[in-house]
């Protein structure tokens, strides 16, 4: 096992070095606007010197655990565990998955922030002059570090508080990937910086710009609390591996690699999953007759050297060990069984990537060369051909054999005579266990402290003593290879295929991942699933003092561990992450376990809506307006808005990060047609009233408001980054009170002296758009589109990525506007020494207050790279002006009124989250409940609150409803009031189209609705706007080549309004009609059966007294059958009815069949959609949805229904720095650099996130491309092999990125000539592809490029052209008749017809090919010139074939003619044109290139150790040019050749 090394020395180099901006990490750098400070100036990282090391770099030896096992490390117990449940959700900082990735786009993966990972908030970066962001690479040296150890075993809690406080602040960094980097050379990354988010720039950095106090961006003059740079000593700990053999009872002695820091318990997780040791569990290690100390590090025992020899001791049971030990056995005997995956268990998720390659992936290095060409089976099934309209749901989850379990025993259970009675306990009964062989042998057996026997027991009558044979054995598998020999034969295999899958098919994910199928299966007996059910589950064990965790006091300390450094920070992500994966766990389980009814209420006389639960230190709420409370924002919808709105703002206030200012740990459940809301309790707060606990913001929506200097000062913090301005209201009694967030935002202080902010709903401004204000008018283009429109509730807010684009935007025409301005200055100063009239300059009225329209909208926005660079230029000119002229201080003064920046002197917009805030309407007694997601929290006596005591003729003469303002702030109100209405106008005039030709453009390619909502949301486009995209594409000149995003569109509309309806028809369901009543919902929504009738519950079975009314009853107990009556004509008819409602769209259908004939889609499709959203699960079988005899589903087939979970995604900060770092690398061009880069990215993520997680995969993702590109085949395959069984297994099986990860992995396999593996590959991904969306995208035609050409490769070339001639088809309609990629499918399709011999269809094709060059390229070009070469050589083999066919005519049989030849393409060249459709381009360098290149490396080298030299007598640190940064240098070489390394680029 590898672990990340990481030191001290480094991680304070890497951490300052990371908080630098190179230039090209994408266009967001900022320039200071008025005399910035010179570069000499500009601080560099100061690089210290561990003691002994040359440079202190960043490099990562190895050091391995020796394993039989291959997940030797990837499982370790030690507290922090990473087993946990939930779905995965995008993370608010606009986490951003590539719809569909070509291997191509490099520059479009940096573009667009794909890999998983959030975007550089734009807005609010620190203007850093991008000369003076340089820092020297250091050399290699040999860098060690301590590490936190991760846990992936599911079934632990993991760490509660005491503990984690034991042992975490001895740790430092954490555990690398299961297995160990092969063949990494201890470089040090030439490090180039990484852009500041929100801001936050190094103290030092700001003193040295303080000098000459340029207007900062968003008022960047405060310095972060928190964030001071890291100036502690440097310590190097020595790290060397070394061995120690290891002797335990019964097997040869083994040795095994540990590391000095690897505690003992390290050692006891290998031993307990190696093969030949896994049976044990119950030992201690032995140095020289004196044990061990678990939770010691190996370097601090005495003796322990190179060689020393530790003797397995196996130790007395207790009962807790003989029920670990009993739960270990269990979970050897399952480990090859899915049934966990399929119920959504344990974090068990799965993968079929093994059943496609037959395992062949790990051997590819030995394979040889000459079975290129063997006979493979290319014939794939019938319903993946091109053309076919079967879309079968049983091969989307193939039979593993695997997964026949071989079974080893029939029956492993407690037995009835538990537990041991007082006299057996006095002979070390412990407990007793109920077995049935394999040989139908029925046993009782005794675990007593010795260990496990036999014992006379039968299943009536008791006697504990020892049966024949009499063997007692410390482990229970060894007494069962006694008794059982098919036990002894079968537990052996299983073992050595357990040991032999992949790691990654084994660790638990971070968050439960539920699959929406799953085969019939058989339920089986099982100890462990029995026994968890009745205790730990339902909550009795974590109702036990000591029991529990404080989750509160868990969320909280994590957030308090130091973050001056790196180790530092990984420690602390590391611990946020865990506990955030373990309270999504727990939150989870605790809201189902409340919506069926199994936790009692706090408030039970309550009606059942009201009621409020407490579980496991967890608060649980129900989204129901409780009394009223959002009456006048929409009632129960408002209420079922609110906890997402609320979910929103506590991820944002996290991603912030202020020290001293605390969020409630926050989880969303949506379960049997109920929300859930799952918050961590905040101490103190059930003692309390909350007039007491309510120290700032208002309890009831701004009538009574109140402040508190300690939390302005906190959330003047987060104002910065998240564009929030503070500002005064007025309360009851007409005082102002100052505030730095909405009313609803209430700050409690809780027993435990922390400041905790909750009820975060509207932390981001309202959309006007869906909010109609009287007598406030909008701008023309909302006016135009039908805004504002009534929409069902009114917290509507706007979304955090849009406010971060309008920023962005304004911020550029800022720059535009000054730059000009300045620019006109100048040009008249040269013509008359008079000075500029304030007149003469563009007044602000005449500015474009209104952003323009959507063609300018979109390239102001910074997506066209053009447009940047002129904006850089201005820049520069306003940089240039010395900042004492008058007149530029005008010109900015005028240029900030006119974007509406707050500041005179410099450009910070900012926006009043009270401004339009709804009112709150007071009932008849004046009594308003707290404005929380809370609810009432204090003690039930005391829940009506009398907020005010005025009589009922008061109540009616109350102010106007909403938030007032002093009359002092009206000018700013009204500024505040135009911003917000031009945020609504830039999300239609600029966001929505910007998409619309972004899809167009093919730049992004959601495939599902859920990869189009994500694209949606990256842009800050809210789903309740998606009528409106779907009508700007049907009015697109380019609609065809927006057919797949419509379909998309149309079914994403259609199922999310089924969705809203199945959510209340749900809630009418009592538990024992769920199954019937789901399987109707989809009969009426998905079958062509016109009358399908609900099956109710048969009669016999109703109790007759069942109407009396029970107290805690669970909210779904109605008794409703109303359910039952559902038509699919009404379905149907609501379903339309809802979009028009909710998405302002007309569907055309009344029926599902209209809809698929209508718009293109398929049943399939929609019945996976509904089911993700909804958390059915249904059984695997084809389903006849077009029977009009039948209906489609019964309640057989529905298997389960799952949560649907949303919660915040702790982020891995210094990780995403370095991989940002690296793709800025490799886009340069330096592939060897960036490689190491994104080694250390996953490094890092490894210790941040555990093994498993999405940004891990893209990680992968990117490494295995670049290793593809510098020709390390099997690198590329080893990884993209992971990347593919992590998307899996943390996405899906059938998500979008697992069909890109499949043909990725396809490609690299035929790369090592592993053909036939790539065609199941790739038949794998189209198959998914179909199921997902069907056959009509822009990404099928590259999937059947890929196919048509590897089965050219063989010679299958009619089944070849079907492939191909679909893709061309597919191409013309996507890009154009025209498009360069058009003309590649010609030329394609025209090889395989050479193949055929039937040049005709050959050179017709290759003559369009042509034509498209010659128009779109010219003559001269190189493609035109090809072509023109094999049209010669098609009509020269055409020719020869003619006269051929002509001297047959002529002699008959008797013709002298030489043989036809037909030449199977060579690999080398199909996998060239399999390189140049999926976009890598190798340029091919001559010899005197090479040289030429080596020349110039060794004279920059020496140009560099010339300047350190020089610079070391006067600065610590020597500063090197960045090489891309020498534009004389670049441009003498190829633009590929910048890494030396290698002779290949990505196009």
């Known amino acids: ?164 406080e034991s042992w975490l602040p001895r740790c430092h960094g954490g555990p690398e990937t299961p297995e160990p980097r092969r063949g990494q050379p201890p470089t040090a990354p030439e490090l180039p910086s990484v852009m500041l988010l929100n801001g936050d720039c190094p103290e030092s950095l700001k003193r040295e710009e303080g000098a000459t106090e340029p207007p900062r961006e968003n008022g960047l003059d405060e310095a972060e609390a928190g964030e001071e740079t890291t100036g502690q000593e440097v310590i190097v700990i020595q790290d060397t591996g070394f061995s120690v053999k290891i002797l335990a009872p019964g097997i040869e002695p083994f040795s095994l690699q540990v590391s000095p820091q690897e505690m003992v318990q390290e050692i006891h997780q290998v031993l307990m999953d190696r093969e030949d040791t896994c049976h044990r569990t119950c030992f201690s290690l032995h140095l020289d007759g004196n044990m061990l100390d678990h939770f010691s590090e190996l370097r601090s025992v005495e003796g322990l050297q190179e060689g020393s020899v530790l003797r397995v001791v196996e130790e007395p049971y207790t009962v807790r060990e003989a029920r670990i030990h009993v739960r270990h056995v269990r979970d050897l005997l399952k480990s090859l069984d899915p049934s966990d995956a399929f119920n959504g268990v344990d974090c068990n998720s799965l993968s079929f990537l093994s059943v496609f390659t037959d395992g062949d992936l790990g051997d590819s290095g030995k394979r040889k060369k000459g079975l290129e060409m063997d006979p493979i089976d290319c014939t794939p099934p019938e319903y993946i051909l091109p053309g076919s309209r079967e879309r079968p749901l049983c091969p989307l989850q193939p039979q593993n054999r695997d997964w ?150 868990e969320l909280q300390t994590t957030r308090e561990l130091p973050r001056k450094n790196l180790p530092e920070r990984l420690l602390r992500e590391r611990a946020i992450f865990k506990v955030h994966s373990d309270f999504t766990a727990a939150a989870t389980r605790g809201a189902m376990a409340v919506i069926d009814g199994n936790v009692m209420a706090i408030n039970p006389s309550e009606e059942t809506k009201m009621q409020m639960f407490i579980w496991n ?136 002296g922390r400041h905790y902010i909750l009820d975060l709903l509207r932390t981001f401004p309202p959309d006007l758009n869906f909010l109609p204000v009287p007598g406030e008018g909008l701008p023309e283009e909302c006016t135009r589109a039908g805004f504002p429109r009534a929409h069902r509730h009114k917290l509507c807010c706007l979304r955090q990525e849009l406010v971060d684009a309008f920023v962005e935007h304004r911020y550029l025409l800022f720059m535009k506007l000054a730059a000009l301005q300045l620019m006109q200055q100048k040009a008249s100063k040269l013509e008359s020494p008079t000075s500029l009239e304030n007149g003469s300059l563009p007044s602000p009225e005449s500015k474009p207050k209104d952003p323009p329209g959507p063609e300018a909208g979109s390239e102001e926005e910074g997506s066209s790279a053009s447009g940047l660079a002129k904006v850089k230029e201005l820049a520069e000119t306003i940089a240039s002006d010395d900042g004492t002229d008058p007149r530029s201080r005008e010109v900015i003064r005028n240029a900030c009124k006119a974007v509406g920046s707050i500041s005179s002197t410099a450009f910070d917009v900012r926006f009043n989250p009270d401004i339009f805030s709804p009112g709150k309407r007071w009932d008849r007694a004046g009594t308003v409940l707290w404005g929380s997601s809370w609810g009432p929290v204090h003690p039930p006596e005391r829940w009506h609150l009398p907020l005010l005591p005025f009589c009922l003729a008061q ?206 889609l398929q049943k399939i499709t929609l019945l996976r959609e509904i089911s993700l959203k909804t958390g059915i699960q249904i059984l695997l079988k084809e389903y006849s949805f077009d029977s009009r005899h039948k209906p489609a589903f019964t309640e057989e087939d529905v298997l389960n229904i799952f949560p649907v979970v949303k919660h915040v995604n702790p982020k891995a900060s210094d990780a995403f720095h370095f991989f940002q770092s690296g793709q800025a690398k490799v886009q340069q061009g330096f592939l060897k650099e960036g490689c190491e880069l994104i080694n250390e990215a996953l490094n890092l993520f490894n210790n941040v996130y555990g093994a498993m997680h999405v940004e891990i995969c893209a990680c992968l993702r990117l490494l295995a491309r670049l290793h593809y590109i510098m020709g390390d085949y099997a690198e590329a395959l080893s990884n993209q092999q992971k990347a593919v069984l992590m998307s899996e297994r943390v996405m899906g099986i059938e998500h979008p990125n697992t069909i890109q990860e499949y043909m990725h992995l396809a490609l690299y396999c035929f790369a090592s000539s592993q053909l036939s593996t790539a065609l199941n590959l790739l038949y794998r991904a189209r198959y998914l592809t179909l199921l997902v969306f069907g056959e009509d995208h822009p990404e099928m035609a590259l999937l059947d490029n890929n196919i048509g050409l590897v089965l050219h490769g063989v010679m299958e070339c009619d089944l070849s052209l079907r492939f191909l001639e679909n893709a061309l088809a597919v191409s013309t309609k996507y890009h154009g008749p025209k498009s360069l990629k058009v003309a590649l499918s010609h030329h394609l399709v025209a090889r395989v017809y050479e193949s055929k011999a039937e040049f005709r269809s050959a050179l017709q094709h290759e003559k369009e090919g042509y034509t498209i060059y010659k128009t779109q390229l010219g003559e001269d070009h190189e493609k035109t010139k090809e072509s023109s070469e094999y049209l010669k050589c098609l009509t020269q083999q055409a020719v020869a074939l003619q006269r051929t066919m002509n001297e047959i005519y002529r002699n008959g049989s008797s013709a002298n003619i030489p043989p036809l030849k037909f030449t199977a393409p060579s690999m080398a060249s199909v996998l060239e044109q399999l390189n140049v459709i999926n976009g890598i381009l190798f340029i091919p360098l001559s010899q005197k290139d090479l040289e030429n290149l080596k020349a110039e490396v060794a004279r920059r080298h020496q140009l560099q150790e010339a300047s350190k030299n020089r610079d070391k007598a006067e600065e610590p640190m020597a500063t090197e040019p960045e090489p891309a940064g020498a534009p004389e240098d670049v441009a003498s070489q190829p633009q590929a050749a910048k890494d030396p390394s290698s002779s290949s680029f990505q196009g």
């Open 617 to 752: 230190n967890i608060f649980f709420s129900l989204g129901f307006d409780v009394r009223d409370h959002y009456k006048d924002f929409g009632g129960d919808v408002a209420a079922y808005v609110a906890p997402t709105n609320d979910l929103n703002g506590v991820r944002t206030y996290n991603a912030v990060d202020v020290e001293g200012l605390y969020t409630l740990g926050t989880v969303v459940v949506d379960y049997r047609g109920y929300r859930v809301t799952a918050q961590s309790i905040i101490p103190g707060i059930l003692e309390r009233d909350q007039e007491q606990s309510v120290i700032y913001g208002s309890i009831d929506f701004g009538k009574t408001v109140v402040s508190h200097p300690r939390y302005l000062e906190l959330l003047e913090r987060t104002s910065r980054p998240l564009k929030i301005l503070r500002h005064r209201v007025l309360n009851d009694r007409d005082e102002e009170v100052e505030l730095c967030s909405s009313v609803e935002c209430k700050g409690i202080i809780g027993n435990d």
């Open 404 to 553: 026949k379990p071989l079974q080893c025993l029939k029956v492993l259970t407690m037995s009835g005579w538990n537990p041991p009675p007082g006299n057996r306990k006095m002979h070390g009964d412990l407990m007793y266990l109920f077995v049935i062989t394999a040989e139908d042998r029925q046993v009782s057996i005794t675990a007593s402290t010795r260990g496990f026997y036999l014992n006379q027991s039968t299943a009536y009558h008791f006697n504990p003593k020892p049966a024949s044979p009499r063997f007692l054995s410390h482990s229970l598998v060894e007494l069962l290879n006694q008794i059982s020999p098919t036990f002894k034969k079968n537990f052996a295999v299983l073992q050595k295929k357990r040991v032999q899958r992949h790691p990654f098919e084994r660790i638990a994910t971070p968050f439960q991942v539920y699959s929406w199928t799953a085969p019939q299966a058989e339920h089986a007996m099982d100890c462990v699933r029995a026994e968890d059910a009745y205790t730990s589950r339902l909550g009795y064990e974590e109702h036990i003092p000591g029991q529990t965790r404080d989750w509160n006091e």
């Open 955 to 1160: 109540a009616s003469a109350l102010p106007p409803a909403g938030v007032r303002f002093p009359e002092s702030c009206q000018e700013e109100v009204r500024d505040q009031k135009q911003l917000l209405k031009d945020a609504a106008a830039f999300l239609l005039s600029c966001q929505i189209p910007g998409l619309v030709k972004d899809c167009a453009d093919h730049a992004v390619l959601p495939m599902d609705g859920a990869t189009l909502a994500e694209v949606m949301r990256q842009r800050g486009i809210n789903m309740r706007y998606l009528g409106k995209v779907l009508d700007l594409v049907l009015r697109s000149p380019a609609r065809d080549q927006l057919d797949h995003i419509y379909k998309i569109g149309i079914g994403e509309l259609i199922t999310r309004s089924a969705k809203h309806i199945f959510k209340t028809y749900l809630q009418g369901v009592e538990l024992s009609g769920l199954s019937a009543a789901i399987s109707h919902f989809l009969n009426c929504f998905l079958s062509s059966y016109p009358n399908p009738v609900a099956h109710l519950p048969a009669d016999e079975l109703v109790s007759k007294k069942r109407n009396r009314r029970r107290r805690n009853r669970p909210p779904g107990a109605a008794d409703n059958t109303a359910w039952a009556v559902m038509t699919p004509q009404e379905l149907w008819k609501n379903i339309c009815q809802e979009a028009k409602n909710y998405f302002d769209f007309s569907l055309e259908c009344e029926t599902v069949d209209q809809a698929v004939e209508t718009y293109g």
């Open 1 to 164: 096992m590898a672990w990340a090394q990481v030191c001290a020395s480094c991680c304070w180099q890497l951490a300052e070095a990371v908080l630098r901006t190179p230039p090209g990490v994408g266009g967001e750098e900022r320039t200071p606007l008025l005399g910035p400070a010179p570069a000499s100036q500009s601080p560099g990282p100061l690089i210290q010197r561990g003691p002994g090391t040359p440079n202190a770099g960043f490099s990562c030896p190895s050091s391995s655990f020796s394993s039989s096992d291959p997940l030797s490390g990837g499982i370790r117990k030690l507290g922090l565990s990473t087993g946990s449940s939930s779905t995965w959700s995008p993370g608010a900082t606009g986490a951003s998955w590539p719809t569909t990735v070509l291997l191509a786009d490099l520059e479009q993966d940096a573009r667009q922030g794909e890999c998983a990972l959030p975007r550089a908030v734009p807005a609010g970066l620190v203007p850093v002059k991008p000369e003076a962001s340089r820092s020297s690479s250091p050399g290699p040296t040999s860098c060690m570090g301590a590490r936190v150890v991760a846990e992936a075993r599911p079934g632990d809690t993991g760490f509660a508080g005491p503990e984690l």
